[in-house]
């Protein structure tokens, strides 16, 4: 399977070119996600990853699987969820075509 890789500086090609893997904005979001409350990544198996990215028509598209404290409105939480991949995202890596599609697989206690 062949990785891909985001361009990260286009402006001075001159000092060479800066490439992001997709696992790094994996795992920015499973760690932005770990730092909320009353939300959580589900489990990856062997078949499917709980956190998933791929680039779609110059945007940067993340699909993740999250789980819900139970008595917390989806609406919400799934809006709180996106905004802060978002904003960690942008930070770290000052990409701004950014899509965060949420999934909610489930609640926890």
């Given amino acids: 399977m062949a ?21 790094v904005f994996e795992a920015i979001a499973k760690y932005s996600i770990e730092d909320m409350d009353d939300v959580m990544v589900t489990l990856s198996t062997k078949f499917r990853k709980n956190i998933s990215c791929k680039v779609e028509k110059n945007h940067l598209v993340l699909n993740m699987n999250i789980l819900v404290r139970i008595g917390r409105n989806v609406n919400e939480i799934s809006q709180e969820v996106q905004q802060h991949v978002l904003n960690e995202i942008k930070q770290m890596t000052n990409i701004k075509e950014i899509i965060v599609n949420i999934n909610i697989r489930g609640f926890y206690i």
């Fill in 3 to 23: 990785v891909e890789y985001i361009v990260a500086n286009r402006k001075d090609k001159s000092i060479g070119v800066i490439g992001l893997s997709v696992a």
